[in-house]
C-alpha cells in the first residue's frame, strides 16, 4: 500500500503494455467500449434479450446446438467449478488426466467436489496417446473424464477426437477446460461429441478475465435436474413439484438447475447477472464470429508460425510436443546464459512495455510464454516482439544473428 495518501485519489493512469503473456491480453477496443455501455436491471426485456443472444452467439461459438449455453460469473475457474461440482455425486470416480498445471486443478476441482478423483500422468510437454486413455479408462472405469483441451501451462494441447470415442464406448461423460483454446483453435463441441465444455474471455477471445461460457448437452441437463433444488426463498408450489430426488449441489452459486432455470423464460432469480461482464462476453463473440471461426483459427496460426520462425532463427529452442502444440501460445527454453530469464522479463516490460510469461511448477524459469491471442495476434506484435527479445536477449548475453528473428517471420508471412 502506497504512504502517500494523495496517490490513493488519482485516476488509474496504466502503462500502456502489449500482454503477449500465457493470457489475460489486450481486450478489444470494441469490448471494452461495450463494457461502458449503461447498465439495465436484470429482468428489464431488453436486458433478457442480451441474454438470449448472448446464448444464441455462444452455441455459435462452441458450435453447439446445445440448448444449455450460457455464462457463470467469475473467471473460467467458475465455469470450471460450476461444470464439476453441478455433475459430479459423493464418490463417483472422476479420472483427470494431468498433463499439466491445470489437470491438477480439475483433479483438487473434482476431488473437492466429494469424487474420489483418480489420475494418469505424462511428461510435461507431451499429450496422452490414446492408448494410454484407452487403458486408465478401462481400469477405472470412471464416470467423468475432466481434461484441458489446451494446457496453457505447457502450450500443449491434446487431441480430443479418439478420447471422446472412448469415452462413449465406455460410457463416460467427458468435461473439457476450454479456457485456453477457445477461439483460437478448432473446438466443434457436437463434432466432437463433448458432454460439458467451459471457457473464459481472457485468451484468444481478447476479453477481460470474469465470465466463463459454457456449454452442455441435453443428456447432462436431464442428469443435474434429478439434483434440482430451488432455494426456499423463491421456492412456488411448481418449483416444488420439480424438485430433484438426487443429492443436493453443495454450491449455491455454482448450482447449474439453478442456472438453467436463471437463463430460461422462467428468469427464476439466483445472482444478478453481471451485466458489463454480460456486455463484455457479447461483443468478444460477436467479434468472433464477424470475423469468421475459421478464419480466426487461421489468424493464430498464421502468426504462431512466424513468431515460432522468428524464434528458431534467433537460436532459441521451442519447448514441448511439435505436433502437439497450441496456436496461441508458445513455449522457449531460456538459454542458460539468462539464469531464470526473471530480469529479462522485467526488462521487456520496463524497456518495451512488453509482458512475456515464463510457467509454474517444473517449468517455472525453464520456459518463457509467449501468447500471440485475439486482439495481440497479428504481424506488427509478433515483429515488435521479435525485435524487443533480441535487443533484450543481447543485454543478457545470448547473441543472436541480427535481425534474423524478424526476417524469418517476414518470411512466413510473405509465403503464407
Ligand atoms: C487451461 C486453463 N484452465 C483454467 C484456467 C483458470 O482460469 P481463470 O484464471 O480465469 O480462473 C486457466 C488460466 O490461465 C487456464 O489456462
Redesign the pocket.
Known sequence: MTDSGTQLFEELDPQPRLLMG??PVDVYPRVLRAMSTPLQGQFDPQFTEYMNQVQVLYRQVFETANHQTFLVNG????G?EACLTSIIEKGDTVLAPIYGR?GH?LKEIAMRAGANAVSIDTEWGQVFTAEQFEEAIAKHKPRLVAI?H???STTMKQPLAELSAICKQHDALLYI?A??TLGGNALPVDELGLDMVSA?L??CLSGP?GSSPITFSDAVAERLLKRKHTEAGIRSAEAEALEGDGPIIQSNYFDLPMLMDYWSPKRLNHHTESASMLYAARECARLLLEEGLTACQQRHQLTSKAMRAGLEAMGLELFGDPQNRMDNVTGIFIPEVCGDGAALRAQMLEDFGIEIGTSFGPLDGKIWRIGTMGYVCHKANVLRCLSALEMTLHRNGFKTPQGAGVDAAYQVYNNS
Open positions: 500465457p493470457g473467471t473460467a475457474r467458475a470450471i491445470f486443478l484441458s489446451g494446457d496453457t477446460d479456457t485456453a473464459g481472457q485468451k478475465p
